[in-house]
T-cell receptor
Framework: GQQLNQSPQSMFIQEGEDVSMNCTSS?????WLWYKQDPGEGPVLLIA?????ELTSNGRLTAQFGITRKDSFLNISASIPSDVGIYFC???????????FGTGTRLKVLA | DAGITQSPRHKVTETGTPVTLRCHQT?????MYWYRQDPGHGLRLIHY???????DKGEVSDGYSVSRSKTEDFLLTLESATSSQTSVYFC??????????FGQGTRLTVV
């Protein structure tokens, strides 16, 4: 089946640093979504992107829908300890209602 | 938080027994999904529904069946549980294909 390649798989950063992660696909996607999951909880939607080239922010988070429609990027500025968790990208392709998920980026913030 | 309730939240069952997980929503959303989450695999779609009595398979549907007799309820049944079905199961809902919201998850252990 379709897969989304998410990188990096994990990262340790210092508090206050900026973070970047990305997601790539072999297929064209119509929608890109970014989620954060805390331990023992379900994923929570952070940002949704609908158009190629779109740049959307949610507080310290900024995500972009790649021009090729095969990738997306998430940036977190000035990281804080509560940013710890697993970040997932997800997308839908034309004509489907199925969300395909990446394998996640595990973020750990060192105070 | 979207009104999604999964039950039970935790369950231990024996190999070969049938198990039913329930997802209940109060949002009147059209689409409902069942995912499983395993280390290294992210979230994988089991089955989804696009309306009452309208369901379709996801990428890992073998050994699972679903039913949706009412808008608000989506049931996932493991016909004969196996150890490989030990996982965390998440229900999600969406009103359109662009945003999905997740429940808290059900941790299932098959012994």
């Amino acid at each position: 089946g379709q897969q989304l390649n998410q990188s990096p798989q994990s990262m340790f950063i210092q508090e206050g640093e900026d973070v970047s992660m990305n997601c790539t696909s072999s297929s064209i996607f119509n929608t890109w979504l970014w989620y954060k999951q805390d331990p023992g909880e379900g994923p929570v939607l952070l940002i949704a992107l609908y158009k190629a080239g779109e740049l959307t922010s949610n507080g310290r988070l900024t995500a972009q829908f790649g021009i090729t429609r095969k990738d997306s990027f998430l940036n977190i500025s000035a990281s804080i300890p509560s940013d710890v968790g697993i970040y997932f990208c997800a997308g839908t392709t034309s004509g489907t209602y199925k969300y395909i998920f990446g394998t996640g980026t595990r973020l750990k913030v060192l105070a | 938080d979207a009104g999604i309730t999964q039950s039970p939240r935790h369950k231990v069952t024996e190999t070969g027994t049938p198990v039913t997980l329930r997802c209940h929503q109060t949002e009147n959303h059209r689409y409902m999904y069942w995912y499983r989450q395993d280390p290294g695999h992210g979230l994988r779609l089991i089955h989804y529904s696009y309306g009452v009595k309208d369901t379709d398979k996801g990428e890992v549907s073998d050994g699972y069946s679903v039913s949706r007799s009412k808008t608000e309820d989506f049931l996932l049944t493991l016909e004969s549980a196996t150890s490989s079905q030990t996982s965390v199961y998440f229900c999600a809902i969406s009103e359109n294909p662009d945003e999905a919201f997740f429940g808290q998850g059900t941790r299932l252990t098959v012994v």
